[in-house]
């Protein structure tokens, strides 16, 4: 098993992020951001800031760069700064600086005075409820509302007012930030070949097209490159405003500019995920099976409306069968940034709520909380015809109890000294998705093989995977593969998101490594190849024919080629007719809560999925580590709080919490692995975010079996505990 090819580089700091490139007479920009959060702008007074020691261009709504708004087929239109005067958010992107330095253009940009006409706005979730409108969830096929009733059932709640045992709870989820440790940047050049952008993201081919679009230039003339990317998670998925603002102004000064969000503006011109009102009720009959589901949920959003966080559709829809179903989503439009993917988007706050209220049925059932999961696992979602592919919860529930020792616990946790300790358990589950990529294999004279797709690896590992595909694949040691990512030249890899990486080159490189071998085959036996007129095979890096063998390299060399060449493709088909695709899990959590001071540690954690075939032990448990420690930082640490007046309170690394190692001290993971190859010829599902779905439910549940306490909003705080 190898590691992360990446992790010398990273670890040494040689590696090269967005921002690190630098280039003769590159100069530098600062974005001005908002601060009111809802009215127009009436003036920019920027005549100091244009005469202050450095500046070469103050650009703002009334002189702004030369930018169209851009629109594909897979993102729909990318919001791009500074178009018009509207101001829907406080911190929203409104001025560029350019100087010779970044302090120069920094402190400039303290010098714009703006005048708003200030408009009535309105930040708060709460407030918003009444005013709340149906809405699809992005990326899924199912209405804003649905019910599956059992026949002669006439509605959920006659289904519910049936039902021996009934829970009804709300829970919320509060607004969070991608907080990744590199801040959206960029650096633009421009030549006579056309732009090139530095810049961290999910996907070089997607950023180099919206780029292209917005700046009205042919797309082969855009070149974006990424090959180390700080953390994404979903909040680099477009191209943001530092890459549009230094590529127009580099354009425009005839100049490099590099150009880097602070750290307090990359929680407001930024997306984030929004926060939640969940409204939960469960029928059962005595014996714990579901009769009845019911599931509405609310989500903030910005007034663009540009994202659903899909809550009740990411998890009621699919986890449990039930006789019957109701889920409704709402999305209530506020002040506030814009929302959008953030990591197990509508699972990892959606199964908050409904992994806190199966609990709470367990409880009132007197039931074990893994038992009554187990009565109603379900063998496709309700009301779909297409059973799993492949699914194996029940293994991860029973391997997950043996080795967390949960036949040891009681409905009312133990003590240890002043310590309540708890456990508590929840289900995980995220679909199995694949998005149309391209890869590119290369055989190479002296032996090696180039693995390429533009792509990128905002974590996950997948530079590690191409090596590690792409050497089973064509049947040579990992060593002699040289993977190629994050760089739009590349072929066109699509984005790294919906932990689809894998499951998409995987298969990509399956097919071209098999077109390049039959091209092989093709040259050695023809005409003047050194099998000519032979039926030639291939095994182990070697064409075999003849009673001969000889290597790929050593066949080029015979024909005077430095190497040979072919693509490979892969997108979603038929089998999406055929079958329901998700991985799985059982996560594990002990809380421990101090009797006097109600502060709440998690003490240890396990979580055992089913994710199909696992490519690289290493850097998937590393993938469900982090994820787990999300959860846990949803649960406990992470929120931003936003005040009336749209100011994020706590917009910064000192307030917004997040856990550090003294928080997370033992996470074990484990696998069952089955490959599902009925989802794709690797067999591997995606793990880079069913680590964080589940886990805050299992620590509010474990800090009820500790406490008594029921604590129905993340994160859990310790006012919440002190009547406990």
Known sequence: MIGRLDAPLKVSGRAKYGVDHNFPGMVYGYVVVSTIAHGEIETMDVTAAKGAPGVLGVYSPFDPLELRTPTS??????????????????GQPIGFVVAETFEQARDAAMLIEVSYHRRPALTSLADGLASAEEAQPAAREDPPSLEVLSPGVESIEDALAASPVVVEATYETATQNHAAMEPHSAVAVWDADGLTVYSGNQGSNLQAAELAGALGTDPSSVRAVNPFVGGAFGGKGRTSTPAFLAAAAARALGRPVKAALTREQVFTATAGRAATVQKISLGADTDGTLIALRHDSWCSTDTARSFVEPTSHGTSREWYATQNLAISQKMVPLNIPPTTFMRAPGEAPGSFALESAIDELAVALHMDPIELRLRNNSTAPPGKDLQWSSKHLDECFRIGAARFGWASRTPQGHTDGDWLVGLGMATAMFPALRFPATVGITLKADDTAEVATSGADPGTGLLTVLSLVGAESLDIPPEQITPLLGDSALPPG??????????????????????????????????????????????DGRVLAGGRTM??????????????????????????????????????????????????????????????????????????????IWGVSAALHEGLEIEANGRMANGDFAGYLLPVNADIPDVDVDFVEYPDTLHNAVGAKGIGEIGAVGMAAAVANAIYNATGVRVRRIPIMIEDLLDG
């Open 73 to 90: 087929p897979i993102m729909g239109e990318t919001w791009v700064p500074l178009q018009d005067k509207e101001v829907t958010y406080y």
């Open 494 to 539: 699509g984005m790294s998101g919906g932990s689809t990486a894998t499951a998409s080159a995987g298969t990509a490189i399956m097919i071209a490594a098999a077109t390049v071998i039959d091209d092989l085959l093709s040259l050695a036996s023809g005409a003047g190849g050194p099998f000519e007129g032979l039926e030639a095979s291939y095994a």
């Open 551 to 628: 290597t790929f390299g050593e066949i080029l060399r015979a024909m005077n080629r430095t190497s040979i060449t072919a693509t490979g493709s892969s997108a979603p088909g038929e089998e999406l007719t055929k079958h329901s695709f998700s991985s799985f899990g059982a996560q594990f959590c002990e809380v421990r809560v101090h009797r006097w001071t109600r502060e709440a540690r998690v003490s240890r954690m396990l979580g055992v999925f089913d994710a199909g075939r696992i490519i690289n032990d290493k850097t998937a448990r590393s993938q469900i580590m982090g994820g787990m």
